[in-house]
Protein backbone atom coordinates (compact mmCIF):
# COMPACT_ATOMS: atom_id res chain seq x y z
CA UNK A 1 0.00 0.00 0.00
CA UNK A 2 1.42 3.45 -0.92
CA UNK A 3 0.10 6.81 0.30
CA UNK A 4 0.85 10.19 -1.97
CA UNK A 5 0.82 13.07 -0.03
CA UNK A 6 0.57 16.40 -1.86
CA UNK A 7 -0.54 19.84 -1.96
CA UNK A 8 2.57 21.32 0.81
CA UNK A 9 3.88 24.53 -0.20
CA UNK A 10 4.80 28.14 0.69
CA UNK A 11 1.88 30.33 2.22
CA UNK A 12 1.90 33.67 4.19
CA UNK A 13 0.03 33.13 7.76
CA UNK A 14 -3.13 33.51 7.35
CA UNK A 15 -3.47 31.92 4.22
CA UNK A 16 -4.82 28.20 3.09
CA UNK A 17 -3.54 24.86 2.18
CA UNK A 18 -5.41 21.92 0.92
CA UNK A 19 -3.63 18.57 1.15
CA UNK A 20 -4.02 15.42 -0.26
CA UNK A 21 -3.74 11.57 0.11
CA UNK A 22 -4.33 9.24 -2.65
CA UNK A 23 -4.12 5.70 -1.53
CA UNK A 24 -3.05 2.76 -4.09
CA UNK A 25 -5.66 0.70 -2.35
CA UNK A 26 -9.41 1.19 -0.76
CA UNK A 27 -9.31 3.35 1.90
CA UNK A 28 -12.65 2.14 2.73
CA UNK A 29 -10.53 -0.44 4.35
CA UNK A 30 -8.57 1.71 7.05
CA UNK A 31 -10.32 1.85 10.04
CA UNK A 32 -9.40 5.28 10.73
CA UNK A 33 -7.33 7.53 8.40
CA UNK A 34 -5.84 11.03 9.33
CA UNK A 35 -2.53 13.50 9.07
CA UNK A 36 0.17 13.97 11.96
CA UNK A 37 2.61 16.24 11.21
CA UNK A 38 6.55 17.03 12.49
CA UNK A 39 8.45 20.21 13.06
CA UNK A 40 12.07 20.50 13.13
CA UNK A 41 13.20 18.90 16.84
CA UNK A 42 9.84 18.30 17.65
CA UNK A 43 8.22 14.75 18.05
CA UNK A 44 5.44 13.94 15.25
CA UNK A 45 1.82 14.72 16.47
CA UNK A 46 -1.89 14.05 15.34
CA UNK A 47 -3.59 16.39 13.31
CA UNK A 48 -6.55 15.21 12.50
CA UNK A 49 -8.27 12.09 11.96
CA UNK A 50 -11.54 10.26 11.22
CA UNK A 51 -12.83 7.20 11.44
CA UNK A 52 -14.84 5.06 9.09
CA UNK A 53 -17.72 6.00 10.52
CA UNK A 54 -16.75 9.55 9.96
CA UNK A 55 -16.47 10.61 13.80
CA UNK A 56 -13.37 13.29 13.36
CA UNK A 57 -10.82 14.08 15.97
CA UNK A 58 -8.32 16.94 16.17
CA UNK A 59 -5.30 18.34 18.01
CA UNK A 60 -6.18 21.54 19.80
CA UNK A 61 -4.35 23.61 17.33
CA UNK A 62 -5.95 22.00 14.31
CA UNK A 63 -9.48 22.94 16.00
CA UNK A 64 -11.88 25.17 14.08
CA UNK A 65 -9.14 26.08 11.48
CA UNK A 66 -8.70 22.48 9.98
CA UNK A 67 -11.05 20.45 8.24
CA UNK A 68 -10.47 16.53 7.34
CA UNK A 69 -12.30 14.86 5.00
CA UNK A 70 -12.64 11.41 2.85
CA UNK A 71 -13.89 10.13 -0.48
CA UNK A 72 -13.49 7.12 -0.80
CA UNK A 73 -14.70 6.53 -4.66
CA UNK A 74 -10.95 8.45 -4.86
CA UNK A 75 -9.50 6.67 -2.12
CA UNK A 76 -8.73 9.99 -0.99
CA UNK A 77 -8.10 11.66 2.36
CA UNK A 78 -7.73 15.80 2.51
CA UNK A 79 -6.79 18.52 4.80
CA UNK A 80 -8.05 21.32 4.05
CA UNK A 81 -6.11 24.05 6.18
CA UNK A 82 -7.11 28.09 6.93
CA UNK A 83 -6.03 30.17 9.06
CA UNK A 84 -2.01 29.07 9.11
CA UNK A 85 0.38 30.39 11.48
CA UNK A 86 3.52 30.01 11.33
CA UNK A 87 4.10 27.37 13.69
CA UNK A 88 1.97 25.06 11.77
CA UNK A 89 5.33 24.86 9.43
CA UNK A 90 6.44 21.23 9.66
CA UNK A 91 6.04 18.05 7.02
CA UNK A 92 2.55 16.43 6.76
CA UNK A 93 2.26 12.71 6.53
CA UNK A 94 -1.05 10.71 5.72
CA UNK A 95 -1.98 7.82 7.36
CA UNK A 96 -4.28 4.41 7.13
CA UNK A 97 -4.81 2.52 10.37
CA UNK A 98 -6.30 -0.74 9.70
CA UNK A 99 -5.18 -3.95 9.61
CA UNK A 100 -1.62 -2.82 8.99
CA UNK A 101 -0.45 0.58 9.47
CA UNK A 102 0.62 3.11 6.86
CA UNK A 103 2.35 5.90 6.16
CA UNK A 104 2.90 8.69 3.44
CA UNK A 105 6.00 10.18 2.16
CA UNK A 106 5.26 13.40 3.64
CA UNK A 107 4.65 16.94 2.44
CA UNK A 108 6.48 20.14 3.52
CA UNK A 109 3.97 23.14 4.78
CA UNK A 110 6.08 26.44 5.31
CA UNK A 111 4.20 29.31 7.01
CA UNK A 112 5.50 32.52 6.63
CA UNK A 113 5.24 35.53 9.14
Known amino acids: VQLQASGGGLVQAGGSLRLSCVSS????????VGWSRQAPGKQRELVAS???????NYAGSAKDRFTISRENAKNSVYLQMNSLKPEDTAIYYC????????WGQGTQVTVSS
Open 95 to 102: YCQGLKNY
Open 25 to 32: TKISSCYV
Open 50 to 56: MSSGGNT
